[in-house]
């Protein structure tokens, strides 16, 4: 089975501190993905990953970037958290060939206070 | 940008019964896949169904099955015989299947079972 690993399921951060969410992926797929999850707005696109030390942004990078030095390993980095970025962050993977799905890590539930 | 539109945030079926969510989704391409995804309190988002857009035939997956309406750009998710584990948010989704890698998702439905 493919998993999605996120180092964190819950996390409370303060204002102001540089946060890093992680995320592996053992199935060595090309493409990774990290989601915020808000009531009523589903899912937005922060940012992905094709390759390794590649990125792309999303709907909504502002605040946030990412990291991924090797194929397995996609870090979502929070300059300098803000209360407005409390949220879950999902983290997703995918093979670089279609039709296949997402596969998605359990979520971190982030909350800046 | 692609966009997917769920236009039912919540709903609730009794148990046994048959629901349908409802998704719409606004694209110029012609060739593109489809997700059903369930998100149960646990958090982990799990595939439901997926459908190709070249393919006719709508995909079933046991309770699951999708009625796609490729020129009116619908894709509804019935669940029959509701059981109370399918309790759960569920969410849309649109892949290109031309250039780009995005997913692109709906903003949810909330589903209720009703013992």
């Known amino acids: 089975d493919v998993k999605v690993t996120q180092s964190s399921r819950y996390l409370v951060k303060r204002t102001g501190e540089k946060v890093f969410l992680e995320c592996v992926q053992d199935m060595d797929h090309e493409n990774m993905f990290w989601y915020r999850q808000d009531p009523g707005l589903g899912l937005r696109l922060i940012y992905f990953s094709y390759d390794v030390k590649m990125k792309e942004k999303g709907d909504i990078p502002e605040g946030y970037s990412v990291s991924r030095e090797k194929k397995e390993r996609f870090s979502l980095i929070l300059e300098s958290a803000s209360t407005n970025q409390t949220s879950m962050y999902l983290c997703?993977?995918?093979?670089?060939?279609?039709?296949?799905?997402?596969?998605f890590g359990q979520g971190t539930r982030l909350t800046v206070v | 940008a692609q966009t997917v539109t769920q236009s039912q945030p919540e709903m609730s079926v009794q148990e046994a019964e048959t629901v349908t969510l409802s998704c719409t989704y606004d694209?110029?391409?012609?060739?593109?896949?489809l997700f059903w995804y369930k998100q149960p309190p646990s958090r982990q988002m799990i595939l439901v169904i997926r459908q190709e857009a070249y393919k006719q035939q709508n995909a079933t997956e046991n309770r699951f099955s999708v009625n796609f309406q490729k020129a009116a750009k619908s894709f509804s998710l019935k669940i029959s015989d509701s059981q109370l584990g399918d309790a759960a948010m569920y969410f849309c989704a649109y892949r290109s299947a031309g250039t780009g890698n995005q997913f692109y998702f709906g903003t949810g439905t909330s589903l209720t079972v009703i013992p």
């Open positions: 997703a993977s995918s093979p670089g060939q279609h039709p296949t799905e997402a596969f």
């Open positions: 694209t110029s391409e012609s060739d593109y896949y």
